[in-house]
């Protein structure tokens, strides 16, 4: 029954103004590669026939809708499609919204945010979208405060929203992620490239 219905999704998203019979959509590997496959047969029946391109990064997939060389893409949130298509200049526009994915925190030493010790360090994505979602994670375990809530629930927050740090201070930026450092409670901020 869920196969059934993920296949509906599918098909409703896909062919939003689509009269082609080939679909070519890019996704990521895992999981929206895999969740394409397992539909590929129930949209065959239908005369659709999939094929999915995958990329392994998360800018890739929307530069090719763009050039028009994928039908479609499949892999991100609408505040993640939102900042790409602004800071990008992309002509591309979301026809469904899809699942988001969970966020949570690992380490292989640290087994709570609790037992962080002095001097420890965080790295939450640099994309305002997942770097967001990663703030909001991190509030809500108490490590830092955000300012006011946003007037538009889908509105994340960034760096320069959070007003206190019980413990933490952003330490530097590097090309894959921001460093939060543990430092003290002053809420200070501090951007540097690595």
Same mark, same amino acid.
């Given at each position: 029954?869920?196969?059934?219905?993920?296949?509906?999704?599918?098909?409703?998203?896909?062919?939003?103004?689509?009269?082609?019979?080939?679909?070519?959509?890019?996704?990521?590997?895992?999981?929206?590669?895999?969740?394409?496959?397992?539909?590929?047969?129930?949209?065959?029946?239908?005369?659709?026939?999939?094929?999915?391109?995958?990329?392994?990064?998360?800018?890739?997939?929307?530069?090719?809708?763009?050039?028009?060389?994928?039908?479609?893409?499949?892999?991100?949130?609408?505040?993640?499609?939102?900042?790409?298509?602004?800071?990008?200049?992309?002509? %591309?526009? &979301? *026809?469904?919204?899809?699942?988001?994915?969970?966020?949570?925190? @690992?380490?292989? /030493?640290?087994?709570? !945010?609790?037992?962080?010790?002095?001097?420890?360090?965080?790295?939450?994505?640099?994309?305002?979208?997942?770097?967001?979602?990663?703030?909001?994670?991190?509030?809500?375990?108490?490590?830092?405060?955000?300012?006011?809530?946003?007037?538009?629930?889908?509105?994340?927050?960034? %760096?320069? &929203? *959070?007003?206190?740090?019980?413990?933490?201070?952003?330490?530097? @930026?590097?090309? /894959?992620?921001?460093? !939060?450092?543990?430092?003290?409670?002053?809420?200070?901020?501090?951007?540097?490239?690595?």
């Amino acid at each position: 029954m869920k196969k059934q219905i993920l296949t509906a999704a599918l098909l409703s998203l896909l062919t939003a103004g689509l009269t082609a019979a080939e679909l070519t959509v890019a996704a990521t590997p895992v999981p929206h590669g895999d969740i394409l496959r397992l539909v590929a047969p129930d949209l065959k029946a239908q005369g659709y026939d999939l094929k999915v391109v995958e990329f392994s990064d998360f800018v890739s997939p929307n530069i090719a809708l763009d050039a028009k060389e994928v039908t479609a893409n499949y892999y991100q949130h609408k505040p993640f499609l939102d900042d790409a298509v602004k800071s990008r200049g992309l002509k %591309i526009a &979301s *026809v469904a919204p899809i699942h988001i994915l969970p966020m949570a925190a @690992y380490s292989k /030493r640290i087994k709570s !945010l609790n037992d962080l010790p002095k001097g420890a360090r965080i790295s939450i994505p640099n994309d305002p979208a997942n770097g967001g979602r990663a703030l909001l994670l991190l509030q809500s375990a108490g490590v830092i405060k955000l300012k006011a809530p946003q007037q538009r629930p889908w509105t994340l927050p960034t %760096i320069p &929203s *959070v007003c206190a740090l019980p413990k933490w201070k952003p330490h530097r @930026y590097r090309a /894959r992620s921001t460093m !939060l450092t543990l430092r003290s409670s002053t809420p200070t901020m501090r951007w540097a490239s690595a």
